[in-house]
């Protein structure tokens, strides 16, 4: 953590325990809660021991301030690159919680008051409930920074309506809070203004019971309707144009609903697009589409492969340039390697998707009896680097 940052006796993760209900605060407000190492080991402490403790029946997470996260510390990736795998165990730790959160046993409850995206996502989506305000914003911009859709959205997209996905995974474009609940990926839409009444009527129930929870929310919840230039309104062109066979056919067959009367909107998503880098671009299709045919174990497990061969350069060093460009220089003028579409070799991008042997493979714990199993501790990376 850099100097700074924080305060040495501020928790990256406060918890307060109130009755059977478990408060998770992600508590890194000036960074907007950004996921570092220390946080992922602390929500994957924190959630195996809830899950077994028969105490515990209700599990709320928030963040501090007006973030609720934005995702994974890029920087912490960026100056990781001085040594070979430095961020795979983070990487490893991260999509072995992402499956525990999809398939958790206990309530849960996200109250997503802010910018909610990437891997900072991945703790509102999979939610029981997941409760969004006016101040909600959701995207999954990696493409843009020659990374690719990772924390489980690879099957989160790849199961939305149509071909919402590639448009979200590929553009980057952004969902508030009322368009997430009408696709399905937030359950309810509470005015900010009611935030804390929710939270203090939900702590005071001092239960886990799905339909009791469910009751409360609703009593502060309003009923959901999208503008009428919402992109969930623009799903005819969103299905015509992604679902071409590749990104530049993507974008030309957006390029030629762009010249139409009335999609004047298509015009700075395409500039995004363009701005993006090639071979995130490619990549992030490829990981949407295989989405379509995977569980969720199988592109937990892909989405490691290929963030693991990102992080090593394998076929592109493209994603510490697009971090440079946007968090360490800022100067948004990144240099993509290789620089156009045409110029990434498919060959490299099928060969970053392979399996790995078995012992470097994510473990993704699939019996009940093994449930959390798989840890970092007993992978073959960490029999290595010990």
């Known amino acids: 953590m850099s100097q700074?940052?924080?305060n040495i006796d501020e928790p990256v993760v406060v918890i307060e325990e109130k009755g059977s209900v478990r408060l998770t605060v992600l508590n890194r407000p000036r960074q907007l809660n950004v996921i570092s190492p220390e946080v992922v080991l602390k929500l994957a402490e924190y959630l195996e021991l809830w899950e077994k403790d028969n105490q515990t029946k209700l599990i709320l997470i928030k963040g501090a301030g007006r973030a609720f996260s934005a995702g994974g510390d890029l920087k912490v990736f960026y100056h990781g690159q001085e040594s070979k795998d430095s961020c795979l165990e983070v990487v490893y730790r991260m999509y072995w919680l992402c499956y525990h959160i999809h398939t958790y046993k206990k309530t849960q409850v996200s109250l997503v008051n802010g910018i909610s995206m990437g891997g900072g996502a991945s703790l509102m989506v999979p939610m029981k409930f997941s409760v969004v305000t006016e101040k909600t914003v959701f995207a999954t911009p990696e493409a843009s920074f020659g990374f690719h859709t990772d924390c489980g959205f690879s099957y989160i997209h790849s199961h939305l309506p149509g071909h919402l996905g590639e448009f979200l995974a590929l553009t980057g474009a952004r969902l508030n809070g009322k368009e997430l609940v009408a696709i399905g990926m937030a359950t309810h839409f509470v005015p900010s203004g009611k935030l804390m009444d929710l939270e203090a009527q939900l702590v005071s129930l001092d239960s886990g019971d799905v339909d009791v929870v469910r009751s409360t929310?609703?009593?502060?919840?309003?009923?959901?309707?999208?503008?009428?230039?919402s992109i969930l309104n623009k799903q005819s062109v969103i299905n015509e144009c992604f679902s071409k066979e590749s990104v530049k056919q993507i974008i030309q067959a957006f390029e030629a609903e762009a010249s139409k009367e009335g999609n004047e909107w298509i015009t700075p998503v395409i500039k995004g697009l363009k701005r993006s880098s090639p071979t995130g671009l490619k990549i992030v299709l490829r990981s949407i589409r295989e989405g379509r045919k995977q569980t969720l174990?199988?592109?937990?497990?892909?989405?490691f492969r290929l963030t693991v061969n990102i992080l090593r350069k394998t076929i592109s060093p493209?994603?510490?340039?697009?971090?440079?460009?946007?968090?360490?220089d800022k100067d948004n003028s990144p240099k993509w390697n290789p620089a156009t579409l045409d110029e990434v070799d498919d060959e490299k991008i099928n060969s970053v998707l392979k399996p790995f042997e078995?012992?470097?493979?994510?473990?993704?714990?699939?019996?009940?009896?093994?449930r959390w199993g798989g840890k970092y501790e007993t992978s073959g990376y960490a029999s290595v680097r010990g």
Do not use: H, W
Not at 297 to 303: F, G, I, N, T
Not at 318 to 328: N, P
């Open 318 to 328: 493209d994603m510490y340039e697009g971090i440079r460009a946007l968090t360490i």
């Open 217 to 229: 929310i609703e009593e502060f919840s309003e009923k959901v309707n999208i503008d009428k230039d």
């Open 4 to 6: 700074g940052d924080q």
């Open 297 to 303: 174990s199988d592109c937990l497990k892909k989405e």
């Open 358 to 370: 078995d012992d470097i493979e994510l473990q993704i714990p699939e019996t009940e009896e093994n």
